[in-house]
Structure formats: structure tokens, C-alpha cells
């Protein structure tokens, strides 16, 4: 992995720590609540804008073929797991290893 990639990860990872913990304090709940949430918005949002091709793509080339009669060479779908995409998938399994962490400890006793 490229020095960029990693300062790409960690910058993601603390920008989504960031509004993780914003969103926490305005509802007034604990941080590792709303952490599932976030987490696979995050990654189910980096998911849908790295990719291209899917069925939307498809959509769209039919209407434009529909209105205009040019028929548009077919995309096939491609995902490029980048920086993001994995700091929001690191988040979000962090949220797993956080609750089990609480939850075992809490029990232990």
C-alpha cells in the first residue's frame, strides 16, 4: 500500500469518526450506537459512488437510447475498492469488535 493510500485511510477513518461522534452528541446517545449506522452509510455510500456499469447505468442509457434512437455501448459493472471504501469497511467492523469488547468485559464479572 502507497504512503497516499494510507494518509487517504486514515484522514477518511477520522473524518467519519469526526461526524460519527457529531451525530451522537445532537440525538444524545452513545457514540458505538449510532457507529453501525454511519458505518455502512459510509461504506454502502463509497460503495455506490466508486462503482459504475450497474443497473441505474443501464437505466439511463435506455432512456437516453429511447429518447434519441442512439444506441449506447453497455457498461459492465466494475467497483474499485480504493482508500475510502476500505477505512469505511475498517469502521464499520470496528463497531463489532467494540460491542463484543463491551460486552464480554461487562459480563466478566
Do not use: D, H
Not at 43 to 72: D, P
Not at 77 to 92: C, E, H, L, N, Y
Request: one cysteine or more.
Amino acid at each position: 500500500m502507497s504512503r497516499k493510500n494510507l494518509i487517504i485511510m486514515i484522514v477518511a477513518f477520522i473524518v467519519e469518526v469526526v461526524i460519527t461522534y457529531y451525530i451522537a452528541s445532537f440525538f444524545s446517545v452513545r457514540f458505538i450506537e449510532v457507529m453501525f449506522f454511519t458505518g455502512m452509510a459510509f461504506a454502502g455510500g463509497t460503495f455506490y459512488f466508486s462503482s459504475s456499469g450497474g443497473s441505474l447505468s443501464r437505466l439511463f442509457n435506455s432512456q437516453v437510447s429511447g429518447q434519441t434512437g442512439i444506441v449506447l455501448k453497455r457498461e459492465e459493472f466494475t467497483f474499485k475498492i480504493g482508500p475510502i471504501f476500505t477505512a469505511s469497511i475498517i469502521f464499520f467492523f470496528n463497531w463489532i469488535n467494540i460491542l463484543c469488547s463491551t460486552y464480554f468485559r461487562s459480563n466478566s464479572a
